[in-house]
T-cell receptor
Framework: KAGVTQTPRYLIKTRGQQVTLSCSPI?????VSWYQQTPGQGLQFLFE???????NKGNFPGRFSGRQFSNSRSEMNVSTLELGDSALYLC???????????FGPGTRLTVT | AQTVTQSQPEMSVQEAETVTLSCTYD???????LFWYKQPPSRQMILVIR??????QNATENRFSVNFQKAAKSFSLKISDSQLGDTAMYFC???????????FGEGTQLTVNP
């Protein structure tokens, strides 16, 4: 089985712009979660999508949003980028009735 | 709210030796899962081992084993016969069975020296 894939792998944006990150889960997995990793805050949960519905949301401002498509692929959008949004964004998928989350390689976002 | 604490920011071990990484957690839940993830320099987060809270038997995966002490809320990872490829950041993580949000510790940077 192919693993979780994320595109793009690297991204450089300017303050004020918006960005969309994409995540394709492992085949058959319907749950996709997003995490932000920074040196200062560590790994923080952003949100989880299951069957196109947001099931859980972390403590992030409304500039961070996401969605999931019928094929379980998920996108994450950040609007009005701030310097502090520079981070590694990881997505993870899990199967039904499983608590193990499998991570993609991440998207490194740099905001200048 | 759940919290996970890893009190060792950095550790080092000689190749072929054994090392133990510590993790404590705090929760009022009774049903949950604990994990150890490894993040090498490539930044790919890799699941190493998992433990169900309802199981008393400690999980083992080849050279990796855990010491799960539920009453003490402790979940340490033992790596036997350390290899150079074990060099990575190791994260302890918690998820309650009623949810899906992983709560991570701060991480322990392990360096295996030749």
């Amino acid at each position: 089985k192919a693993g979780v894939t994320q595109t793009p792998r690297y991204l450089i944006k300017t303050r004020g712009q918006q960005v969309t990150l994409s995540c394709s889960p492992i085949s058959g997995h319907r749950s996709v979660s997003w995490y932000q990793q920074t040196p200062g805050q560590g790994l923080q949960f952003l949100f989880e999508y299951f069957s196109e519905t947001q099931r859980n949301k972390g403590n992030f401002p409304g500039r961070f949003s996401g969605r999931q498509f019928s094929n379980s692929r998920s996108e994450m959008n950040v609007s009005t980028l701030e310097l502090g949004d520079s981070a590694l964004y990881l997505c993870a998928s899990r199967g039904l009735n499983s608590y193990e989350q499998y991570f993609g390689p991440g998207t490194r976002l740099t905001v200048t | 709210a759940q919290t996970v604490t890893q009190s060792q920011p950095e550790m080092s071990v000689q190749e072929a030796e054994t090392v133990t990484l510590s993790c404590t957690y705090d929760t009022s839940e009774n049903n949950y899962y604990l994990f150890w993830y490894k993040q090498p320099p490539s930044r790919q987060m890799i699941l190493v081992i998992r433990q169900e809270a309802y199981k008393q038997q400690n999980a083992t995966e080849n050279r990796f084993s855990v010491n799960f002490q539920k009453a003490a809320k402790s979940f340490s990872l033992k790596i036997s016969d350390s290899q150079l490829g074990d060099t990575a950041m190791y994260f302890c993580a918690f998820v309650q069975t009623s949810g899906s949000r992983l709560t991570f510790g701060e991480g322990t940077q392990l360096t295996v020296n030749p």
